[in-house]
């Protein structure tokens, strides 16, 4: 072949070359628009089935408006890092949303612009956390076509809160594509509602917990004689149940057989319901306990009114007469004893609860028991007894014993369940007799109500179900978690009513309404991984390292009270008082040594710290090794082994 004829097969080859590159590009960008891999380890960029439910779910149209300060946070990289996950998240969802049903707007609110006056507007909220204290934004707020507003106010960056991104951008849609509020249904055997106070002989106000679910629910007082729930209801609130009566218990294990979701608070027993004196201290008098003992035992779960789980770690102080007293019936709990891998519980830090029992899923039970909140491993069960009368608390303390396990005080309860009821509704030869004396003494129109209540009789017979494959239930074994002296401080000034929380314990329940409120779907999102990945093999290295080095630490600690008492000996052996501030040999000697005892272990602490930034300076030299030299290593020899192919193709005869 001629040098003129290689030169143009090199350029022909050169041009098909380039076509098909820009063939391949438009094919791409034609048949492969919307295509992704998501090659994370955790699917951070997947989404959840339940999050694609709530996006199909979408009828009318929504807008999304994604705020984040973008000139300001310049000189704050983790944050910016976060903003570029949330954008690339909702991003995510736009796309799998139907075609037109979402639309996301990123806006980047200047100081003193229409933008930041649209933020405000829509309830975003700033944080002066730029480097000169400038406003930051960094929120999402949603809309619908009926002019119905939601938002998230500000991204905390914050591990445990960013598990649930998803969930919480899920909730904002759902609500945004629902706007109807979710009726709560409050049944309650307890004045939470308010009620008239005997002590003052006035009106009591509703529990702030009660107007704080007011405000974004709709909250529907159910009678305690109740023969049905109504079928708008979303979540059933029951509040220390007490005296229900077999027709209540039908409708509520039937609510629940109906795949409804309920939130309940029972009581070994409730303190606040017995009054308490000044000091804080009950004044005891008969407990006041509640239960759903026979729609529970069908359930699988287990719920002793007899005993009140006690912790010596989270136990709480109150006022006493002359000084607090640590009360290990009132429990402080802190975020260790929360799950954090669920959204009722995750990102609180302080939840408290006064004379709490405890759940356990009973033998053979089908349903799965999730716990929420647990005691510490520092705790133990204590009769109820024990704490009618009660003038100190530190008494317990006496015979308290740990058990070492941890007693689920309040649990998700979710899976099949079998109904309480496997007859059908409650009825019997009472109820028959009261009907025939009914019969016998009642007027034609009597006649006809009769006939009415029986047929409606016969309509809940027929409607009855045995059994739920999908319950999803709360079980909170403490109905002081609720009352205001436990976490919240209520004064009026000027005729309004301010309040002050000092714990979540409203958090905790508002998270419970409304995530049993969302849709199926959406409770079933739990928490996911972060897109912050350590370093795990250098934190195995320092946690390594600091053990050694808080055992030398301790070691050297043992050593000089061993060398203190010594030296103590020595001086009481002298038995000269004269002469006490005169060392004796002895004793000198046995400075010196500890002196050079201690130079050798200060040599041995900074030797384990030297080792620790040698291991670690190790393997990121091997990092760097492999990042930087392995792919052009791998690179050489596969053109390596192109070239020798060729020639051993163009060898062959």
């Not at 119905?148 to 106010?153: F, S």
């Not at 408290?352 to 759940?359: D, I």
Request: hydrophobic share 40%; no cysteine.
């Amino acid at each position: 072949m001629s040098t003129a004829n290689r030169n143009k097969l090199g350029a022909t080859t050169l041009v098909l070359v380039v076509l098909a590159f820009v063939v391949a590009v438009v094919a791409t960008n034609v048949w492969l628009r919307g295509v992704r891999i998501d090659l994370t380890e955790n699917n951070l960029y997947t989404l959840g089935e339940g999050t694609q439910a709530v996006l199909d779910g979408i009828e009318e149209p929504i807008n999304l408006y994604f705020f984040f300060s973008n000139e300001a946070t310049e000189q704050l990289p983790s944050l910016r890092a976060y903003a570029t996950r949330v954008r690339e998240m909702l991003e995510e969802i736009e796309d799998n949303a139907p075609s037109g049903k979402l639309v996301l707007n990123v806006v980047d609110p200047l100081p003193f612009s229409e933008e930041e006056d649209r933020a405000e507007q829509l309830g975003l909220q700033a944080a002066n956390i730029g480097p000169a204290g400038e406003a930051v934004y960094f929120g999402l707020a949603g809309t619908n076509s009926v002019g119905a507003t939601d938002r998230i106010p500000f991204f905390q960056p914050d591990p445990r809160k960013e598990a649930f991104l998803e969930y919480d951008i899920a909730r904002l849609i759902y609500n945004l594509a629902n706007p109807d509020k979710t009726v709560v249904g409050l049944l309650t055997s307890a004045p939470i509602g308010g009620g008239f106070d005997p002590a003052t002989q006035q009106p009591s106000q509703p529990w702030v917990i009660v107007d704080q679910a007011k405000q974004v629910l709709e909250v529907r007082t159910l009678p305690t004689s109740a023969v049905a729930i109504d079928s708008d209801v979303d979540v059933l609130w029951i509040v220390h149940p007490q005296g229900l009566d077999e027709s209540t218990l039908y409708a509520i294990d039937q609510f629940v057989m109906r795949g409804g979701r309920a939130l309940v608070f029972v009581d070994p027993q409730a303190e606040i319901l017995a009054g308490a004196n000044p000091s804080g201290l009950p004044f005891g008098g008969a407990p006041s306990s509640s239960t759903l003992d026979r729609l529970f035992e069908a359930w699988g779960v287990k719920f002793d009114t007899s005993n009140v789980v006690t912790d010596n770690r989270y136990a709480l102080s109150i006022g006493g007469r002359f000084q607090p007293m640590r009360h290990i019936g009132l429990l402080g709990l802190d975020g260790q004893a929360m799950s954090q891998d669920d959204p009722i519980t995750s990102g609180l830090n302080s939840v408290n609860v006064g004379l709490a029992g405890h759940f356990e899923l009973a033998e053979g039970a089908m349903a799965k028991l999730t716990p929420l909140i647990t005691s510490s491993v520092e705790s133990a069960l204590m009769s109820s007894d024990r704490f009618q009368f009660l003038p100190d608390p530190e008494e317990l303390l006496s015979s308290f014993t740990p058990t070492g396990k941890e007693y689920v005080i309040a649990a998700r309860l979710e899976g099949p369940l079998t109904s309480a009821f496997p007859d059908g509704p409650p009825g019997g030869d009472d109820k028959a007799d009261e009907e025939s004396e009914a019969e016998d003494s009642a007027d034609d129109a009597a006649e006809d109500e009769e006939g009415q209540e029986q047929s409606v009789d016969a309509a809940l017979e027929n409607a009855h179900l045995a059994s739920t494959e999908n319950a999803n239930l709360v079980l909170v074994g403490d109905v002081d978690i609720l009352s205001d002296r436990l976490w919240v401080q209520a004064q009026n000034f000027l005729g309004q009513r301010l309040l002050t929380a000092f714990a979540n314990n409203g958090d905790f329940v508002t998270n419970a309404l409304d995530n049993l409120s969302g849709s199926a779907a959406l409770i079933g999102l739990r928490s996911r991984a972060t897109y912050t990945r350590p370093f795990t093999t250098v934190e195995e290295l320092r946690r390594r390292a600091d053990l050694e080095f808080r055992a030398t630490e301790q070691r050297l600690e043992a050593e000089l009270t061993q060398t203190e008492q010594r030296l103590s000996e020595l001086q009481a052996a002298r038995g000269d008082a004269g002469n006490s501030l005169l060392m004796t040999p002895e004793q000198q000697a046995e400075i010196q040594r500890f002196l050079d005892e201690q130079v050798r272990i200060r040599q041995e602490l900074r030797a384990v710290r030297r080792n620790l930034d040698a291991d670690i300076d190790r393997l990121g030299n091997w990092l760097k090794a492999i990042n930087i030299a392995l792919v052009p290593i791998l690179l050489t020899i596969a053109a390596l082994g192109v070239v020798v192919v060729r020639r051993r193709r163009k060898a062959r005869p």
